[in-house]
């Protein structure tokens, strides 16, 4: 016994939206956290090297206009004050020579030894370090000169833990503050979906009450979201032709059962009366050829479906070449030249025109309108084919003089199963699909077909073609 695999479970879409608009609010929040931790280390970095500089300034003031080199150890009072009151500043003068013992050390920080870096480099800059204990130091070094010339290298340091203490600060908040901020992230993001995709439930609503029986549910665009709108737009139109496919289909059903229920009856009621009692010979002979007669009426409207079933393939499944109509319908016209003889019709064909298409439904569409019209036409009239080129179009007419069709009739004729006058169709052997044959064959050729009467006048049917690409007229 085999075991189907198991389908594999889909999440739902606000679970995936809200999940990805967390993730986004998530890493936003940490490029932002990252962002201030930079922006606020660079700033307190200004900062301490703004503050050197103005002590610097204070303590070249001094050495210039005070101290000599003998004064530095004799009466540092005016360096001293400048340094002291401050913890975090430490002062170092040393003389120009490298490696040279400092001539004045003096400030809040415990002594430290400076880095040699300091010590044996002459250049003026800043430099980061530590201290024996870890602590995080900034030095700033000037070459300045004393009062008689003397030049001396100023080294002062800043303890710079308070800053360092202010961002590990920064850090711990942001590490405890971050879960609840990416937690109120993803909820808010959760409900923001949830109430984003309410309008589709309006869709599950519809589609749930949507079957063969009952097309007549749309979607209310007014509330909806323009992409929503637009979605809903769709499926609002897919409905409508579904509802009109089903209901066509529909009434084709009922139109079909009723074609084929008249001759069927007369079938079998002629089989019942004929079988009631014994008969001559040649009464059974008449009712099998009147049953001959409505089983080839059977057979017309068959095979008139099964045709209407083939135009109906999409346009890709029928091979298209190039056509001439003139000839298509001289051919025609020869077929029917009997029929027109008996009533005495004169066939009059002008004009010519290429199109693209299948010859063979093209004469089933011409020949459909030429029985009609030799059929309507009076004795000894004359029908008119005629082949009209305009701008984007190419139109054959099948013009004749008759009774006319009425106005009210026009919008239908093309309809399955629609007669003008039902009684005489059907006594002359018509299916009603002959019409309904000619339009599907001009959709299949992306035409159309038109219709203009005049009552007891001139009743004009056309065929209209689009019109054939020129380099498809040259091949």
């Known amino acids: 016994m085999t075991h189907q695999p198991a389908a594999p479970t889909n999440s739902s879409l606000s679970m995936r939206l809200g999940l990805t608009v967390s993730l986004m609010g998530a890493a936003l929040v940490l490029l932002l956290a990252t962002l201030a931790y930079l922006a606020l280390n660079h700033e307190l970095d200004n900062l301490a090297r703004k503050g050197l500089e103005s002590k610097l300034e204070q303590i070249q003031h001094s050495l210039t206009?005070?101290?000599?080199?003998?004064?530095?150890?004799?009466?540092?009072?005016?360096?001293?004050?400048?340094?002291?009151?401050?913890?975090?500043?430490?002062?170092?003068?040393?003389?120009?020579?490298?490696?040279?013992?400092?001539?004045?050390?003096?400030?809040?920080?415990?002594?430290?030894?400076?880095?040699?870096?300091?010590?044996?480099?002459?250049?003026?800059?800043?430099?980061?370090?530590?201290?024996?204990?870890?602590?995080?130091?900034?030095?700033?070094?000037?070459?300045?000169?004393?009062?008689?010339?003397?030049?001396?290298?100023?080294?002062?340091?800043?303890?710079?833990?308070?800053?360092?203490?202010?961002?590990?600060?920064?850090?711990?908040s942001t590490v405890i503050a971050l879960p609840l901020l990416l937690l109120l992230i993803g909820m808010g993001a959760w409900w923001l979906v949830q109430r984003g995709l309410l309008p589709l439930q309006q869709f599950t609503r519809v589609a749930a009450k949507v079957t063969t029986q009952d097309l007549t549910h749309r979607l209310n665009l007014d509330k909806?979201?323009?992409?929503?709108?637009?979605?809903?737009?769709?499926?609002?139109?897919?409905?409508?032709?579904?509802?009109?496919?089903?209901?066509?289909?529909?009434?084709?059903?009922?139109?079909?059962?009723?074609?084929?229920?008249?001759?069927?009856?007369?079938?079998?009621?002629?089989?019942?009366?004929?079988?009631?009692?014994?008969?001559?010979?040649?009464?059974?002979?008449?009712?099998?050829?009147?049953?001959?007669?409505?089983?080839?009426?059977?057979?017309?409207?068959?095979?008139?479906?099964?045709?209407?079933?083939?135009?109906?393939?999409?346009?890709?499944?029928?091979?298209?070449?190039?056509?001439?109509?003139?000839?298509?319908?001289?051919?025609v016209m020869d077929l029917f030249a009997l029929s027109a003889e008996d009533k005495q019709l004169q066939l009059e064909l002008r004009g010519d025109a290429w199109v693209l298409g299948d010859r063979l439904m093209i004469q089933r569409a011409i020949s459909n309108l030429l029985s009609n019209a030799i059929r309507h036409c009076p004795d000894q009239g004359r029908i008119e084919l005629r082949i009209e080129r305009q701008l984007q179009s190419v139109s054959l007419v099948v013009g004749n003089p008759g009774p006319g069709i009425a106005a009210c009739h026009l919008p239908h004729l093309f309809e399955r199963f629609y007669r003008v006058d039902s009684s005489r169709a059907r006594a002359e052997g018509g299916t009603g699909l002959g019409l309904a044959i000619v339009r599907s064959i001009m959709n299949l050729h992306q035409g159309r077909t038109e219709v203009d009467s005049v009552p007891d006048s001139l009743t004009e049917f056309r065929l209209v073609f689009p019109k054939l690409d020129p380099a498809l007229h040259d091949a």
């Not at 003998?70 to 009466?75: I, P, Q, V, Y």
């Not at 340094?83 to 809040?108: F, R, T, Y």
């Not at 400076?114 to 003026?124: D, V």
């Not at 579904?242 to 009922?254: A, K």
């Open 65 to 172: 206009s005070d101290l000599k080199s003998s004064d530095l150890a004799a009466r540092p009072h005016s360096l001293l004050d400048l340094v002291m009151g401050h913890d975090n500043l430490q002062l170092n003068i040393l003389s120009s020579a490298p490696l040279a013992e400092p001539l004045l050390n003096v400030g809040g920080i415990a002594e430290q030894p400076l880095p040699r870096a300091l010590r044996e480099s002459s250049a003026e800059g800043y430099l980061d370090w530590r201290d024996s204990r870890g602590n995080p130091l900034l030095s700033a070094t000037r070459q300045m000169n004393l009062r008689n010339g003397e030049p001396v290298r100023v080294v002062l340091s800043l303890d710079r833990g308070n800053d360092q203490a202010l961002l590990s600060a920064y850090l711990r």
């Open 224 to 331: 909806l979201p323009r992409e929503l709108a637009e979605l809903g737009q769709g499926i609002n139109v897919m409905l409508q032709r579904l509802d009109g496919g089903v209901q066509r289909l529909s009434q084709f059903s009922d139109d079909l059962a009723h074609e084929l229920r008249s001759p069927i009856s007369n079938l079998m009621g002629k089989a019942q009366v004929t079988l009631s009692r014994e008969r001559p010979p040649e009464e059974y002979k008449a009712v099998l050829e009147a049953s001959i007669e409505e089983l080839e009426r059977v057979t017309r409207i068959v095979a008139d479906m099964l045709f209407l079933a083939q135009v109906s393939q999409p346009a890709s499944q029928a091979r298209f070449a190039r056509v001439s109509l003139g000839e298509e319908a001289r051919r």
